[in-house]
């Protein structure tokens, strides 16, 4: 069955600094993957997606993503982070022959001046 | 306006009371879905409707029910309500099948059972 685990519940940065969100996956064929922000409030918003090609997919905001299959990764990353980026940060794994999204736990990101 | 609007936005009720909560969208999609969100589980698929005529169950579809009364609109009922369906529920639209066709989700609806 697919599953999504994301580590880390809460992570705290900086303005400024870099950020690294980690994805895990588990699914036995080649995944689609997706990286959802949920700003206070607000519902979920897309802000990138690997199915293929690539490894390392760009995003909106400034957010990349680098797919890694050796070690069924999918790590979010921005290398300067702004105050409007504190949210709520969801991975989720489909596939082609559904509608369904297996989505993670989320990490909130909270980032200090 | 919003693409995909959700309401009420914020609803307490009584235990053992039926409530509504609907879903509408403006993107012309076929495919819409319910959620829902508790603290550390993340969200989880409550039902998924392809067209008027095609609704599924989700993951968690126990003490729920869905009415798809339109393309544009997608209900989601608890007959019975109680209070560990207390949740932050989301509505999702879609236009197609695959990572090609993105969800888009409405601003959600905070449940309190009390």
């Known amino acids: 069955a697919q599953s999504v685990t994301q580590p880390d519940i809460h992570i705290t940065v900086s303005e400024g600094a870099s950020l690294e969100l980690r994805c895990n996956y588990s699914?036995?064929?080649?995944?689609?993957l997706f990286w959802y922000v949920q700003s206070p409030g607000q519902g979920l918003q897309l802000l990138l997606k690997y199915f293929s090609g690539d490894t390392l997919v760009q995003g909106i905001k400034g957010f990349e993503a680098e797919f890694k299959r050796s070690q069924s990764s999918f790590n979010l990353r921005k290398p300067s982070v702004h105050w409007s980026d504190a949210a709520e940060y969801f991975c989720?794994?489909?596939?082609?022959?559904?509608?369904?999204?297996?989505f993670g736990t989320g990490t909130r990101l909270q980032v200090f001046p | 306006d919003a693409d995909v609007t959700q309401t009420p936005r914020n609803r307490i009720t009584k235990t053992g009371k039926r409530i509504m909560l609907e879903c509408s969208q403006t993107k012309g999609h076929d495919r819409m879905y319910w959620y829902r969100q508790d603290p550390g589980l993340g969200l989880r698929l409550i039902y998924y409707?392809?067209?008027?005529?095609?609704?599924n169950k989700g993951e968690i579809s126990d003490g729920y029910s869905v009415s798809r009364q339109a393309q544009a609109k997608f209900s989601l009922s608890l007959e019975s309500a109680i209070p560990n369906q207390t949740a932050l529920y989301f509505c999702?639209?879609?236009?197609?099948?695959?990572?090609?066709?993105?969800?888009?989700f409405g601003p959600g609806t905070r449940l309190t059972v009390t």
């Open positions: 989720a794994v489909g596939n082609y022959n559904t509608d369904k999204l297996i």
């Open positions: 409707s392809f067209d008027v005529k095609d609704i």
């Open positions: 699914y036995g064929a080649t995944p689609y």
């Open positions: 999702a639209t879609s236009e197609g099948q695959g990572p090609n066709y993105e969800q888009y």
